[in-house]
């Protein structure tokens, strides 16, 4: 399955041309339907509609078809009708004009100072008329569900150019990782012969004033706790395994998103963990490094349906 990104963009239009027959007799040469679906990252999927007055009817059939193709994301949706131009004003109907002209009494005689309806205003409520005239239920169904195509397309594009940079960063990770991986044991042997030393420095200093095998004993258990409290194979190991399991989840696809999100989560957990217990220089580059990317990392997986 593709990885798909949350953020998309897609729109369509639906000419009156191909409304049912007989429509166009009501006006719908003079009407086109326009639909925008865009979307960007969300934790769930959040819908939004700003349909205009004709089509709020249909809400629910958006609603139900956008909930059957996306997941997650924060999905906006404008539908409109849409006059081409001037040249396209129709001229209102006699029936129209006598709804108007009733309209226009029936308010006047509750209210005498209302003003007279203005030609721009019959030309306006005539068009509005012929839009919800007009049955777009079949036209609307048709032009959502090629919409959510291309947003799907989009939002499949996207998703495979984060994958790819996520499988790139995975890579980089785990070549840190190898850097780190040798440098381990050495740190470690390293630092437990210096403490040994110390405490020997130390103890001629006391002038014998503790048993020599004791002495030693306790130098050796000393230094093997502070080796232990330095070693971060155990991070290492955990970060491989988080890694493998990021690689096979951007590579099956799907709805990983969130799962992908809390991996990152532990990616980071380990590398904080490593640069914390560092005890050289080297190292504590190669964990900086290792939060750079990672940070990276989170940043694009939060677009990760």
């Known amino acids: 399955m593709p990885v798909y990104s949350m953020t998309g ?84 109907s006699p029936r129209m004009l006598q709804r108007l002209n009733a309209l226009q009494d029936n308010v006047r005689s509750w209210l005498p100072d209302a003003g007279a309806l203005s030609v721009a205003d019959v030309v306006r409520l005539s068009a509005t008329d012929a839009g919800v005239d007009i049955d777009w239920s079949e036209a609307l169904a048709g032009l959502a569900s090629r919409t959510l195509d291309e947003l799907m397309a989009a939002r499949e594009r996207e998703g495979a150019r984060l994958a790819a940079m996520l499988l790139g960063h995975l890579k980089q990770l785990r070549s840190l990782a190898k850097q780190a991986q040798p440098l381990v044991p050495r740190l470690v042997e390293q630092q437990r012969a210096r403490f040994l030393e110390r405490w020997k420095e130390a103890m001629s200093l006391a002038e014998g004033a503790a048993p020599a095998e004791a002495a030693q004993d306790r130098a050796l258990t000393e230094a093997t706790s502070f080796a232990i409290r330095i070693d971060v194979a155990e991070e290492l190991m955990r970060l491989g395994s988080h890694i493998d399991e990021i690689e096979r989840l951007v590579n099956k696809g799907g709805e990983i998103g ?39 990392m989170r940043e694009q997986v939060q677009n990760i349906e």
């Open 9 to 92: 963009y897609a729109s369509g239009q639906h000419g009156a041309a191909h409304a049912a027959p007989g429509q166009e007799a009501k006006g719908a040469a003079a009407s086109r339907l326009g639909l925008e679906i865009r979307s960007v990252n969300s934790r769930f999927l959040d819908l939004t509609f700003r349909l205009s007055e004709e089509l709020r009817q249909h809400e629910p059939m958006l609603r139900e078809a956008i909930a059957s193709r996306l997941k997650r994301g924060k999905v906006e949706v404008r539908a409109a009708l849409e006059t081409p131009g001037a040249d396209s004003l129709r001229e209102p």
């Open 258 to 296: 969130k799962r992908l999100d809390f991996l990152i989560q532990e990616l980071h957990r380990e590398a904080n963990t490593m640069g914390s217990k560092s005890a050289a220089l080297e190292l504590t580059h190669i964990s900086v490094d290792m939060k750079v990317l990672i940070e990276q």
